[in-house]
């Protein structure tokens, strides 16, 4: 029984901690990671992550967001892969705005969301600022960070050895999230099926939606490379950045 | 690794179960259940089910709706407990909505939606209703059950041997689900924290709510006379049961 | 000319009764009701019992909601019947809390909502939790009932004396609703035309709904034995009973 | 029993005019009419103007739609008078739209909305518009229209011989109102209170609206010079002029 | 660069108004205008009233709403013709709203918004209600009219002077809007190509709209006997009646 | 006259160009920019583009949206300075949504939305995803593109030849947007205000926000070493570089 999951509390364990805690929500997706990596990829990097940052800060873990906002072409293969499950913005900003009112009304202070999928993002801080734009106190306070943002630079180099970086939005299904994935969850990496994408994104959106802007196989880059060794020298970097400033931010008030 | 989870399969496995498989959604709630039990029974308990009518049947489990519609006092609790992160009806709706709009464009024409939180059904029959109402074939079709109402009447002399069964609405954190914790989850289960609730709900709803509508412990009726056994026996005859009307009501396709 | 009415009211005399009067709203469906029963059934019979308790606890009427929430198969007959003019969730959702809203504004302290098609509840409830979930003060208040659970069990056995009850869903233009039906408007019942029906229904929701899951006529079960003496039975105890438990709740004020 | 309204029939019944019939929806509202005129005024009116158009063209009656939108100080007095419960613009475009579908669904080719209620008429032709934009047939049609529109020119030097016609926005519970409601209920008419107001509304509007802006009785014109009389002049003139356009419109189709 | 523009202006110099200053938001739309007059006569009027207006009072202007409500056939053509681009009322709605929100945040407290587009008003109405309804103080203020609402009615009779004055709702397209282009922007006034429609809107609405009841030119009305000289009449006019009441509602203020 | 502003054109005008131009419908924002640029920076610089790409490719261009969504502080600064006036991400993809449907059902195949504001482009994709996501056929077509993904790698160090290149999210209000003003709009451009802005954002979001941040003029990054010749650089480029998209994208069609 993993105790820094709340699903796991009964609500009176839970009550004791919403006072002066830190509550942390992965959120992740449904969708198509490749031919060799499993379509819970987003959600189970998020969920993992926020463990190890809940540990290393004394935090508790909110269940995970497993459907998040639409797949992108040119960050995440889009829609036309089977398996890509995706809401509305209007539905995914209404479900982290509910969740965030209910968890505030519990009395928690500190909240960090924890993103691993990209395109969570905008609609996550447009739910943010929907609660908390005017500002009446410095807390509550809701934070939003993603583990790619918070990657030391210096580091790329290592993960980057054979092959070169070319941003994170091609960082879809490749030696990152593979890495991560050979780290957290190993038994779920396909590697034998990946293939050596090397996808062109255009400079412009197209809707509808073609299938000669896609990659054929909805990895966006090699994952050639990738290894769990990689994906600890990320985690240990990100869950030690993301502690610092969680660290810092929410020190005003206790 | 469990290969029933779609979460785990890449998009290639999932699309190859799309056009003759069946889908499970699992349906809970983030939600007080008594001094005995956790925060995520009614996930925990959807997901289980899913999971043992998946291998019945063939099919295959998408991610659990972990967080639901808002408990209701005469069923659930309500909104004054801690621990209750319950979603606005609109935004419950559209959840599902998004949700199965996605899975009927990836192909699928058997859909099974398994509540475990007895406030989601209203909600999730109002998501169905508008997206298939008007019945253009007889499939895609999506069934909506829950483990209660298929249960065998018969069996209930059984569960309730010690203590007098009140209806349903009041097996909130009572006999049934502390039993199918016992079996499904038994380390999540501090049945020495149970006390002997007895609550007798009004004729009305009020609101806003207040406390002497409530019962103190969060649990609606006793927990007395719970076994891992009567979880068992419930689980084996409402598979049987689910699996049975899925079978008949989706063999006109294949 | 009915002075219970707010609709017969001017503003002056409405204004008058808002800062200590009770406030009614009735609310009802146009829905198919088997072959003897109109469309109008669940409105009149909210309307007639909203007037009755006007009477008793000295409250006025506000103009009934005459359409409702969506008919459910199981307990109303559903959308495949013609004349089932039903609302959408987030409509009807929104309609009550306009209105509830425009009557807070006015000042009413004490309102009850008496419905009459069981569909409606969990939208009405929804509505009420959305305007007064966080309890400011206990007042205003809002309840809300409906007959059925309002009925004392011993009185069961005098309606059912020919026919078995066999649970509330199944009373759709049953039993009880033709009974209060020959009391409030004897010249709206065709008693002729009913037949016996005997539904049972499944044990799940099908979308979309095909018609071995629907009784024929429209009655979910035989209305045989119905009569105006047994309506004006259920209508004496349920004025009674709504009438007490307003009276509690609203004491606390004046 | 009145067997022009369909809350009165059967299924059955309603079912076999849906085909050929004309289905007439009468649009009002609950909201202020002076010291001398009830809060239904405007469903009173609509009601029994509907009622004499279906016995002229043959149709039926729905039932009214007794909340409306927003009642505007310079055509009706506004929010800030007790009484006036209105609905939001979104919600009552809801409302409208959610009936509409359902009547089409249930086959109605020939519909009319009857609307007494000024400010409504932008609200249900968004309703409309956002059913009925694309002509894919020239039916189903929707025909929307009031009583003051329909009013021959000439009629006015009877009607307005006492008292000069300032324009149809001040004849709010002023002449052509109380008139109405003399010839079609004159119980609810207390024309003693009636008091001899003048209103000027601004050349614009006012937000957050300020008590100089408005009549102090909340009529916006005098009511002197009312009668039964010529309430039965505007009703047989109205009902003469819509059910001669309805006739017009309609028999394209049948 | 006009400075009266917002857009011109940086932050600093925006905010140095926002405390006493008055704002001005121009409404129009882009609809047809006939043959004669291009799609953006209403957002082109609406800015240049808005100019003059705010060079008078020593206002600033916020950029033109160049999209509106939805043109109506009997006040604007329709949505039948091409270039009619509009907006849905829920649209139009929130978009003055999250506006007006934002404008008040910033400080301002005297707002005038300038329609130029008749069919826009009630929905802006809608708009500044949902955010002003409860009077908390006199200020902040937003004041919304028109320019057809604010003439002399002793000037109709130099600008109809060839031509009988119809009422407003035909007066698109016609006399006084070609009057007014051909005073802001005679650049783009074909007169040549005008003809001399003279439209009989029918009593009442109709959807689908069909052709018969359009006029086939998109002007309502007749726009012979426009010249510049009589625009400029109705500028200097309505901008002295514009000038004084937001003085007058503005002055309690500063 | 600009020909190319379908604002300027009769609707006779407009509907030749329909079926088979391309329309180009320029996004910016109301948004503060620094000490030294104007409010409506991106509005302008979308509508500037849009004009010079409408040149190249024979196409028209639609009323600017002026208004966008919400600025972020780590690209634009955010809500906390005066005069960036944003709407919420619902509305602004209902206003793109309902623009595009308008256009689509005009007979548009080809059109072209051209960016200025980087917030906007997650919501403006939503709207298109929510029209465009099922491809009926390849045609009709909107592409969504910027002008910052469309220059040239290699140019990027001409323009940065004195300052370096620190990513497109800090160039709010620095050397590029700067630039493009001194070239479109130099009477705008206040470069003696601009300060040496050096903003390093955080690796997270904070709700709500405060000062600390953010940089205290505005701008992200330094102005320094801005000029019209840059400005022209960039322009020539861009529109070369979209231009030729546009021409592959839609050729397929003509």
Redesign the interface.
């Known amino acids: ?1 993993n105790a820094y ?8 364990e ?2 004791a901690k ?1 006072k002066d805690g830190i509550l942390i929500i992965p959120a992740g997706s ?1 969708e ?9 990829v987003d ?2 990097i998020a969920s993992n992550f926020a463990l190890r940052v809940a540990e290393k800060v004394g935090g508790v873990v ?3 967001l ?2 998040g906002y ?1 797949s ?1 072409p040119s960050s995440g293969g889009g ?1 036309l ?11 995914f ?3 982290v ?3 965030l009112t ?2 505030l ?3 928690w202070q500190k909240i960090f969301i924890l993103d691993a999928h990209y ?1 969570n993002e ?2 996550i ?2 739910a ?9 106190n ?1 807390f509550p ?5 993603n583990w790619w ?2 990657i030391d630079p210096d580091l790329l180099a290592k993960i980057f050895d054979e092959v070169e970086f070319r941003g994170w939005a091609l960082e879809h299904a490749a030696i990152t999230e593979t890495s991560l994935m050979m780290y957290f969850a190993p ?2 990496v ?1 590697q034998e ?1 990946s293939i050596d994408e090397s996808f062109n994104p ?9 299938d000669s802007l896609l990659p054929s196989s ?1 990895s966006l880059y090699t994952a050639r490379s990738s290894s769990a060794d990689k994906g600890k020298i990320i985690v240990d970097n990100v869950v030690e ?2 502690s610092s ?1 969680l660290t810092k ?1 929410f020190s005003e008030l206790s």
Chains 1, 2, 3, 4, 5, 6 share one sequence.
């Open positions: 029984m999951l709340i699903q796991n509390l009964t609500w009176k839970y009550q919403a449904t198509q990671h490749g031919f060799h990596l499993p379509l819970g959600a189970i909110a269940p995970t497993t459907y639409k992108q829609p892969f089977p398996g890509t499950i995706d809401l509305n913005g209007a539905t900003t209404s479900l705005k509910d969740i209910e968890f009304a519990d009395g395109e905008a609609f801080a447009e943010c600022d929907l609660i908390l734009r005017n500002p009446k410095a306070k809701v934070l939003l960070g943002d918070n038994e779920l396909h099926l255009p400079t412009y959106q197209c809707f509808p939606l073609h909805g950045k993301i400033f931010e």
